[in-house]
């Protein structure tokens, strides 16, 4: 069953990787004498990482299994990222429809310790018919293969999920289109009906945004908790987008702060917690800061702030 699943994924992405080829525009294969003789003159990819995250919590008061140090390494929660991509078109001559590349590694110290725990790809492809993304994973601990393709033409794309392992092979499946208005209360509408085949959950998402570009209306109908949020950019700096949940007429405040050297992020649940997150960004990575501080409970350790700090390295 699983070699029969994989056959059809593979033939599946196979079909969309040649229907593209095939549409794509006939060029000629030329090429400088120079290039000939040194194909690799120009760098056409760059990489990234490794990329170190940890989480910083209180690991020296908080740890069980001290290590040599009396740091417990799994409470910092290391993970390291690779990535590779393309800086332009891999392959101009021989296959003008490849547009970019690009290939991810990540290891998380929670999950396996001496493998990788997924790898990535992401495959770019564009011709005068529009575009297509196809980006297959492979989770090393799960061993599940899947496969999300993406075809697009102008702001409106179809996207569905395929896996290796479970009991559909197609996971999920989402289709936007989104038109123009020539009105200055209502710019552009954006309709988007989606189907978890997993779950046999059905979903519905309506967006109304303003000619302005700086109020967007975002009607959620799924099935347990519709809801309906309004976006709005008060300046460059500063939006807020209240949210109501049809159901339980709920309210969440949220509130985005873009700094020059990062953001921060604030939601508010009035019956349960305030949620910060402040990332600044500095010249080898970034700090990310997680602060939650709860509005219910009855005893000071429920009341108790809970701050977590996260700092990435980038090598």
């Known amino acids: ?79 390291l990222l690779w990535s590779a991509q393309s800086t332009a078109p891999p392959l101009p001559n021989w296959f003008p429809a490849l547009k970019t590349w690009r290939a991810t590694m990540g290891y998380r110290y929670d999950d396996l310790r001496k493998a990788p725990s997924f790898l990535e790809a992401d495959l770019a492809f564009s011709n005068d018919l529009g575009e297509l993304h196809l980006q297959p994973t492979y989770e090393v601990r799960q061993r599940k293969a899947s496969v999300v393709c993406q075809v697009s033409r102008g702001a409106s794309y179809a996207l569905a999920r395929f896996t290796s392992r479970g009991k559909k092979v197609l996971e999920f499946l989402r289709c936007s289109y989104k038109t123009d208005l020539p009105f200055s209360s209502l710019g552009a509408v954006r309709v988007t009906p989606s189907f978890d085949f997993t779950q046999n959950v059905p979903n519905l998402l309506v967006e109304g945004l303003t000619g302005s570009g700086r109020t967007k209306a975002v009607l959620n109908l799924q099935i347990t908790d519709p809801t309906l949020t309004v976006v709005h950019a008060l300046d460059e700096r500063n939006t807020i987008a209240p949210e109501i949940s049809l159901h339980t007429a709920k309210i969440l405040y949220q509130w985005n702060i873009a700094l020059d050297s990062g953001s921060i992020k604030t939601k508010v649940d009035p019956t ?34 809970d701050v977590r700090v996260r700092r990435q390295f980038a090598f």
């Open 1 to 79: 069953m699983m070699f029969q699943t994989k056959t059809i994924i593979g033939y599946i992405a196979t079909t969309l990787f040649l229907f593209f080829t095939l549409l794509s525009t006939t060029t000629t294969v030329c090429a400088s004498n120079a290039s000939v003789n040194n194909p690799f003159r120009s760098r056409k990819f760059s990489v990234t990482g490794p990329v170190l995250t940890v989480t910083l919590k209180d690991p020296m008061g908080e740890t069980e299994n001290p290590g040599k140090w009396g740091i417990d390494i799994s409470s910092l929660r290391p993970n």
């Open 272 to 305: 349960s917690a305030i949620h910060v997150t402040w990332t600044d960004r500095s010249m080898n990575g970034k700090w990310v800061t997680d602060f939650r501080l709860p509005l219910s409970g009855t005893t000071l350790s429920a009341l108790a702030a």
